[in-house]
């Protein structure tokens, strides 16, 4: 079986405690959901690769497979997932739906930069913006899906950092996430 080279893990299955209601199904400036306007951008970048969402089903993209998220939090969400079978691909790009300022050409130039610094496909590449981690936005190796079910830290960073990885410094505006009502209207203005 060949592998493509990538494919999106779509995290949506957040409690939204802090926004109030659920980031998947709000609307996006550019059109869909949040959730659907990120798969998208993937689409664009990446016609016809895999893409399967980790919690919610999108109301716009009912097509799409949707996994159970247990809610106890992404980095057992991520176990979860990685311990089910999976389209072949070399790497997955794990996002939540918060991170909805990705452009097509913000993800190609990320693509690029994640094969450049690991071009076997074996580490967690993740971001680190504005001095912080971004694990979620990263790419995955495929290759680490069985150490990431075995995986028992419950915190992301904590996952992360159990894994290979590399942390590649990024400073667009794509890293920011959208996590409150005044950071959406943030957002939202900014259109």
Not at 6 to 19: D, E, F, K
Not at 108 to 115: G, K, L, N, T, V
Not at 153 to 181: F, I, K, M, N, Y
């Amino acid at each position: 079986m060949s592998r493509r080279p990538v494919g999106l893990l779509l995290l949506s299955g957040g409690q939204s405690r802090r926004m109030g209601e659920a980031k998947h199904a709000l609307p996006h400036p550019a059109g869909g959901s949040w959730g659907g306007r990120l798969v998208q951008v993937f689409e664009i970048v990446f016609p016809c690769a895999p893409v399967q969402v980790l919690g919610e089903p999108l109301p716009d993209r009912p097509d799409l497979p949707v996994l159970e998220d247990p809610r106890e939090g992404p980095a057992r969400a991520l176990g979860v997932w990685a311990a089910r079978e999976a389209p072949a691909v070399r790497r997955w790009w794990v996002v939540a739906c918060d991170q909805v300022r990705w452009t097509p050409d913000a993800l190609a130039a990320w693509a690029q930069r994640a094969e450049a610094a690991d071009p076997g496909a074996a580490h967690w590449v993740a971001a680190r913006h504005g001095g912080r981690l971004q694990p979620l936005g990263g790419w995955i190796a495929a290759a680490l899906r069985p150490a990431i079910a075995a995986a028992t830290p419950r915190s992301l960073t904590a996952l992360l950092e159990s894994l290979p990885h590399l942390v590649l410094p990024c400073d667009g505006p794509e890293w920011q996430d959208v996590d409150t009502p005044e950071e959406r209207r943030d957002f939202e203005d900014e259109g």
